[in-house]
Nanobody
Framework: QVQLVESGGGLVQAGGSLRLSCAASGRTFSSYAMGWFRQAPGKERELVAAINWSGATTSYGDSVKGRFTMSRDNAKNTVYLQMNSLKPEDTAVYYC?????????????????WGQGTQVTVSS
């Protein structure tokens, strides 16, 4: 069982930056691939970024490529999402997710554990 707690969301102006963190419980964090997803009102949940167990492999949604960077620190049981050049369309609730395998996935249905979400609002 893994519990995930996100932090770092908030209100930022367009062009600004935020860094989200997701702290995981448990002693087997390095066995899990991790993902960040987001969901805006009236829209489906979509992939933001995903990372494999070691951090060597990442995948990004097309809308955030070149602006967002996902990383992990297995010693701290934490994953991060550095968000730069934020746009109003990045406004959403951001969720951290864990997958019970070391292999990366871009699909929300492949993730087994979810955090409660953190709101990110980008003003124009």
């Amino acid at each position: 069982q893994v519990q995930l707690v996100e932090s770092g969301g908030g209100l930022v102006q367009a062009g600004g930056s935020l860094r989200l963190s997701c702290a995981a419980s448990g002693r087997t964090f390095s066995s899990y691939a991790m993902g960040w997803f987001r969901q805006a009102p009236g829209k489906e949940r979509e992939l933001v970024a995903a990372i494999n167990w070691s951090g060597a492999t990442t995948s990004y949604g097309d809308s955030v490529k070149g602006r967002f960077t996902m990383s992990r620190d297995n010693a701290k049981n934490t994953v991060y999402l550095q968000m730069n050049s934020l746009k109003p369309e990045d406004t959403a609730v951001y969720y951290c997710a864990a997958r019970s395998t070391r292999i990366i996935s871009s699909y929300a249905n492949n993730y087994d554990y979810w955090g409660q979400g953190t709101q990110v609002t980008v003003s124009s």
